[in-house]
């Protein structure tokens, strides 16, 4: 659990968020042959890894309010 906290730290997801989408967009041009198309999947890719994120965080809080209650 301690891993998955220091991975959500903000600075460093956002930067391998930016790097898994620049690599999904690359990916999906040469797949393609389409810019619009690679930007539209790399936006749509950007919209599930904050949402996954979003989850994760709130994942953190539950289980924090959970641990501070006690038994």
Do not use: D, N
């Not at 810019?35 to 953190?60: D, E, K, R, T």
């Amino acid at each position: 659990m301690k891993r998955f906290t220091q991975l959500m730290r903000a600075p460093g997801i956002y930067l391998r968020m930016l790097c898994a989408s620049c690599v999904f967009f690359l990916l999906c041009w040469y797949h393609y042959g389409s810019i619009a198309l690679a930007l539209y999947y790399s936006v749509l890719c950007i919209i599930l890894m904050q949402v996954g994120y979003v989850g994760g965080v709130l994942f953190l809080i539950w289980r924090e309010a959970g641990a501070r209650k006690g038994p």
